[in-house]
T-cell receptor
Framework: DVKVTQSSRYLVKRTGEKVFLECVQD?????MFWYRQDPGLGLRLIYF???????EKGDIPEGYSVSREKKERFSLILESASTNQTSMYLCASSGQINQPQHFGDGTRLSIL | DQQVKQNSPSLSVQEGRISILNCDYT??????FLWYKKYPAEGPTFLIS?????DKNEDGRFTVFLNKSAKHLSLHIVPSQPGDSAVYFCAAISGGTSYGKLTFGQGTILTVHP
């Protein structure tokens, strides 16, 4: 069974802090994704990675960066957190094209 | 620009009846469509998918219909059960995208009353 694990379920940080969200998958998937979910907006793609050290911008990359040093781990970085980055963050992974993405349980991030 | 739209924010249905969730898309390059279900405090879980070469796909109580000319798909749940109460997202993949990048709709909250 595919397991995508996000390091924190809830996180509270202050404006201006550098924030790291971690995600690990155990299925040797090539592709990994970071989304944020906001009411009325659905899931919006921030960044994705199709291989180690490779990354591509999604639809809303501003204010974020990512790191993929190992195949199983994909990190989302908020360089200088702002209140409009308060959201639910979801990590996902997938194997071949048209295979469904498997999601972690999310990190509820609050920026004060 | 919302390329995948779920125009009904919520739907309420009686147990045992049919639930119909709708989704419209604008990008004609989309060629694979998925439905996900999400419970509070959990990540979305994959429910059912359909390729653009088909117009129907069934899996137990769940059936997805695709009308390419109308750029419309729908998810039918028959019979609906209280455990089906969740947020449902439709999503689409664009042909030529090698990495399975998904574009999601806004979601529809389904409530099934006992």
């Amino acid at each position: 069974d595919v397991k995508v694990t996000q390091s924190s379920r809830y996180l509270v940080k202050r404006t201006g802090e550098k924030v790291f969200l971690e995600c690990v998958q155990d299925m040797d998937h090539e592709n990994m994704f970071w989304y944020r979910q906001d009411p009325g907006l659905g899931l919006r793609l921030i960044y994705f990675s199709y291989d180690v050290k490779m990354k591509e911008k999604g639809d809303i990359p501003e204010g974020y960066s990512v790191s993929r040093e190992k195949k199983e781990r994909f990190s989302l970085i908020l360089e200088s957190a702002s209140t409009n980055q308060t959201s639910m963050y979801l990590c996902a992974s997938s194997g071949q094209i048209n295979q469904p993405q498997h999601f972690g349980d999310g990190t509820r991030l609050s920026i004060l | 620009d919302q390329q995948v739209k779920q125009n009904s924010p919520s739907l309420s249905v009686q147990e045992g009846r049919i639930s119909i969730l709708n989704c419209d898309y604008t990008n004609s390059m989309f060629d694979y469509f998925l439905w996900y279900k999400k419970y509070p405090a959990e990540g979305p879980t994959f429910l059912i998918s359909i390729s653009s070469i088909k117009d129907k796909n069934e899996d137990g109580r769940f059936t997805v219909f695709l009308n390419k000319s109308a750029k419309h798909l729908s998810l039918h749940i028959v019979p609906s059960q209280p455990g089906d109460s969740a947020v449902y997202f439709c999503a689409a993949i664009s042909g030529g995208t090698s990495y399975g990048k998904l574009t999601f709709g806004q979601g529809t909250i389904l409530t099934v009353h006992p």
